[in-house]
């Protein structure tokens, strides 16, 4: 009963932030793929801490890693949506036509990218120092979690990046077909 109420709360927790997400970034498919960059790294890790690492069990503790991980992914997708959004303005202030793609990714990077780089290695470090504790339960939750804030990093920066580049261009072909029928 204890673990079924514990599921309830997860897929309560996710359902929200999915909510949170689609109404924040303004699209169903960012939206999705903005929570797929914080379940994702679960089963990576979960892989490379069986497999690679050789631990046959996970503990309650490690299991919390999903709440965690779910905020700080959250976070990461907002601070790289708002820098494409300003990149867009910033080109649109400057009186400009669109920059090419690959200016504006680069642009995206500058700006967010390192930003969230520091922050996702200082908070993976911290995670992985746990790896020193004498208590299994703390030394497994720390190498989980640190695993999983820097997968996070590597999807955020690559799956959802590709993820708004695809959406602009959806959205700029739409707008294209407007007018034009118009």
């Known amino acids: 009963a204890a673990l079924r109420s514990d599921l309830l709360l997860v897929y309560a927790s996710l359902t929200f932030l999915l909510a949170y997400m689609v109404l924040s970034l303004r699209s169903l498919f960012l939206g999705v793929m903005g ?21 046959s069990k996970l503990n309650m503790l490690t299991f919390t890693s999903l709440w965690i991980i779910s905020g700080i992914g959250a976070d990461n997708v907002f601070v790289l949506t708002e820098a494409w959004h300003h990149s867009r303005r ?13 200016h504006r990714m680069s642009s995206v990077y500058r700006e967010a990218g390192y930003a969230m780089f ?3 290695f200082t908070t993976a470090m911290a ?3 746990n790896a020193s504790s004498g208590i299994f339960a703390i030394r497994t939750f720390g190498l989980f979690l640190g695993g999983l804030v820097l997968t996070n990093y590597v999807l955020v920066m690559s799956w959802y990046a ?5 959406h602009q261009a959806t959205m700029d072909t739409l707008n294209q077909l407007r007018h034009s029928n118009n």
């Open 90 to 102: 910033q080109l649109v202030y400057r009186g400009r036509r669109p920059a090419p793609l690959a």
């Open 35 to 55: 929570l797929l960059t914080c379940i994702l790294p679960f089963p990576a890790v979960l892989f490379f801490h069986r497999v690679l690492c050789g631990y």
């Open 118 to 120: 520091i922050t996702s």
């Open 127 to 129: 995670f992985f120092g």
């Open 162 to 166: 590709a993820a708004l580049a695809l």
